[in-house]
């Protein structure tokens, strides 16, 4: 075990995965680890967004050095934005917290009718002043409505001006009319602690006045390209969880994503990789040959690189720029002139990243601000990728939203016949355009359909 250890690199010795090089986050060591087989488990990258639910930590680097070195990123413009989250307060903060999908059973959803009407008291708003809009769209699914169709409903209604709170983004999630019918105290035993969070950080008892909810950025369906055998195109590489791309593919509308990461842990991986290691019996490299020596050696000096721009700004501040600029145009609706803005854009704040920020401290410490560092730089790349993938699925297919491409009712409208595929994306070395490659989609079961909720 190598706890508080980062991976900085994958090793490939004559095509195969044969290691990682890492760094201690407590004493900022370099190592260099060999082995037969590589697997990764290393999370999503939600965090590209700057805020998301997701932990401090979760980070695209281990993926994304993995992609550099040869693995083939899939999808990468999928995220999945969770509806049921409390909305962003200021500019401070560093989080987002998810309000559980669960309490949408029982809550309402709404905002006012009127734009004149949101920033009345919500209890001073008569019924027939209210929209409820999810029940109303979708009359047969009503509040429970997918994920995606739950949060770019709420968007649109904030985009109009109806929203509620601080800045107009957010929506009422009421449970006066679960509390009338069931009584408060069967509310409670339900869903009692998420009120507890809920009144710990905005100070409001949702007994009393309605939640106050707005999407945020929640999972990643995108990852590195894995076979059935969760293997990577880099032969004995291996990606299991949130860090492959594969199960929930473009969608995951609702659907468990720790059922997946326990199937690939559990299920999957046990009978897979003794295969693969069963031909790879005494094939572990040393951890002093070249190609060990050469990732070490790049690694050392990206540090070195980080260190030495000793620049005016905060890491933070290019991390919060990044995410807000994603946020805005390849969140949850794109088009093709906002991505077109954002793949102009997103070098040029990497340019001055790379010209300006400021990492205090050395390397061989203890050192946050260098590890926020690179992570930082990884998705200043990463973001490209996402917004290439983006643009170049010009259809809406589930959480992948392009405002060109929607039904009369404004709804996603995809494009079978060009886009039913998965997109993996080759690294093709620095400054060069990746390569895609589209792997086709066939369904023989179940066939592919319009989505409808109605
Ligand atoms: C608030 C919240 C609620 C959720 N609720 C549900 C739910 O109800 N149902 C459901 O199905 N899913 C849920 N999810 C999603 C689900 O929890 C995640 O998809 C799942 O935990 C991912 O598991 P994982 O093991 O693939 O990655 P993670 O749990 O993210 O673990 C990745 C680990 O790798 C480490 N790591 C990252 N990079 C490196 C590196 N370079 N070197 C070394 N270590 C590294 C990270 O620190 C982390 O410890 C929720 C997610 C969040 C954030």
């Known amino acids: 075990m190598f706890p508080q250890t980062e991976m900085l690199d994958l090793v490939i010795v004559d095509g195969y995965a044969k290691g990682i090089i890492t760094r201690s986050l407590r004493s900022g060591k370099i190592d260099a680890h060999a082995a037969e087989a590589v697997v990764l488990a290393t999370g999503g990258y939600g965090n590209v967004f700057y805020l998301s639910t997701n932990a401090r930590g979760c980070n695209v680097t281990a993926t994304y050095r993995a992609y550099k070195r040869g693995a083939l990123f899939a999808d990468p413009a999928f995220t999945q934005i969770h509806p049921t989250c409390i909305p962003v307060s200021g500019e401070h903060q560093s989080k ?26 919500p209890g001073e708003i008569p019924e027939a002043d209210r929209d409820y809009y999810l029940e109303r769209k979708y009359p047969s699914y009503g509040n429970l409505a997918p994920r995606d169709i739950s949060s770019r409903a709420a968007k649109e209604v904030c985009d109009e001006g109806r929203g509620v709170g601080p800045g107009g983004r957010g929506v009422y999630l009421d449970f006066a009319d679960a509390i009338k019918r069931l009584g408060e105290h069967t509310i409670r035993e339900r869903y009692g602690n998420l009120f507890e969070v809920y009144e710990k950080i905005t100070g409001e008892d949702a007994y009393k006045v309605p939640m106050r909810i707005y999407p945020a950025v929640h999972y990643t369906m995108g990852g590195l390209w894995v076979d059935y055998d969760l293997m990577s195109n880099v032969p004995g590489l ?22 997946q990461g326990l199937a690939d842990g559990y299920f999957i991986l046990p009978n897979t990789l003794p295969n693969y290691l069963a031909a790879q019996m005494g094939k572990r490299p040393s951890p002093d040959s070249p190609e060990f020596r050469g990732a070490e050696a790049d690694v050392r000096a990206r540090i070195e690189k980080l260190l030495k721009i000793n620049g005016s700004r905060s890491i933070d ?32 704040l990497r340019e001055q990243f790379w010209r300006d920020v400021r990492v205090p401290g050395s390397d061989e410490d203890f050192n946050q601000s260098l590890e926020r560092a690179g992570r930082v730089a990884d998705f200043l790349e990463f973001a490209e990728l996402m917004c290439m993938d983006a643009l170049e699925r010009d259809e809406s297919c589930g959480a992948h939203f392009r405002e060109e491409h929607q039904t009369p009712e404004g709804e996603a409208l995809r494009d079978d016949e060009n886009h039913a595929a998965v997109f993996a994306w080759e690294f093709q070395g620095a400054g060069q355009p990746p390569r895609l490659h589209r792997e086709p989609l066939h369904f023989e079961t179940v066939h592919l359909t319009q989505r409808s909720y109605k």
């Open 96 to 121: 987002l917290t998810l309000m559980s999908e669960s309490l949408r059973n029982d809550g309402r959803v709404w905002v006012p009718k009127r734009q004149g009407d949101r920033d009345k008291v």
């Open 238 to 259: 291996f990606v299991i969880g949130e860090a492959n791309f594969s199960d929930h593919g473009a969608n995951r509308l609702g659907a468990s994503a720790l059922m």
């Open 317 to 348: 501040s290019f991390h919060r720029e990044l995410g807000l600029l994603l946020w805005d145009k390849c969140g949850m609706s794109r088009h093709e002139k906002g991505l077109r803005e954002a793949l102009q854009e997103i070098p040029e």
